[in-house]
């Protein structure tokens, strides 16, 4: 069975300035929160290790995402590329955009389509100056990409903003209805409000759900394995959220949960390269 494992974040160029390099002790201290012991390859910053930790956990792809953030860290779009480049067929390439002036998100959103990026990444809480998911000044960004069919990946679970009311599942939902063809993952699966987003999900077709960290050991576990095993196969979708859970150890973990083997297949490779527009290729 192939596997996309939907959120990597390798150790390179400015991606060893997020938080999650640049303050090791406390990306351990949260691998070590969910059961696990850090892996190695993020203690060394070494993408060959990395990638043998892929190997070893029959990884066959990872979704490499590009951030726009203050507090989090930025990575530029030619990072990614670069990235994914000097690994062909390996990687899978995510752009992220400055949401703050419309024409320069547009024309960013233009440039990644023609560079061979498959996705567009927003984090509005996350951004300098925060935004809610249903900020009006991002309405013109969702409906260039719903008219060009370009799925979004939203970060609106676990910290992602300065306070809980930017995860409120509300703000998304309204998002998901003045869009209904818009393809959003909802990356940490809109932790900590999980029985709140699954009831959004059952909804609201157009929305995917990737708990990736959040669904290690974390309250609300078992009612997101409930729905990757019943109505949401076919709409969750796998990430290890690299470093914070190491690739071998969290696909292990992962292979313990009581999804179905078709179920497994969606989760774990169908649903991200439909999502992506792999399928057809």
């Known amino acids: 069975m192939p596997i996309i494992d939907f959120r990597i974040r390798p150790p ?3 991606f060893r300035n997020m938080v999650m390099y640049a303050s090791g002790d406390r990306r351990d201290r949260f691998t070590r929160q969910l059961g696990f012991e850090p892996a190695p390859s993020a203690s060394a910053e070494s993408v060959e290790l990395m990638i ?3 190997d070893a956990a029959g990884v066959d792809m990872g979704v490499i995402v590009g951030r726009n953030s203050g507090p989090l ?3 530029e779009n030619d990072v990614v590329l670069e990235f994914t480049g000097a690994h062909p067929g390996r990687f899978i390439p995510v752009a992220s955009i400055d949401v703050t002036n419309r024409k320069t998100a547009i ?3 233009d440039a990644a389509v023609k560079a061979g ?3 567009i990444n927003i984090e509005p809480g996350a951004y300098a100056n925060p935004l809610h998911t249903d900020d009006r ?5 969702y409906a260039y990409c719903e008219d060009h069919n370009l799925p979004v990946i939203m970060m609106t679970g676990g910290n992602a903003g300065p306070d809980i009311s930017y995860t409120m599942p509300a703000t998304l939902d309204r998002v998901l209805t003045d869009f209904p063809t818009l393809r959003i993952v909802s990356s940490h699966g809109n932790w900590p409000w999980v029985a709140e987003i699954l009831h959004v999900a059952f909804r609201r077709p157009n929305l995917y759900l990737s708990p ?3 669904l290690v050991n974390m309250p609300g576990m078992d009612d997101y394995v409930k729905a990757a095993n019943g109505f949401l196969s076919d709409r969750f979708i796998y990430a290890s959220s690299y470093p914070y859970c190491p690739i071998k150890d969290y696909k292990e973990w992962f292979m313990t949960l009581n999804i179905s083997d078709a ?3 969606k989760v774990m490779y169908r649903n991200a390269a439909r999502f992506l527009g792999l399928d057809g290729q």
Do not use: C, W
Request: net charge positive; hydrophobic share 40%.
């Open 12 to 14: 390179f160029k400015t």
């Open 52 to 54: 043998g930790e892929m």
């Open 73 to 75: 860290g930025s990575v």
């Open 107 to 109: 024309a960013q959103i």
């Open 117 to 119: 990026f498959k996705a």
């Open 137 to 141: 000044r991002l309405y013109p960004i």
């Open 212 to 214: 990736d960290m959040y």
């Open 263 to 265: 179920n497994r297949e």
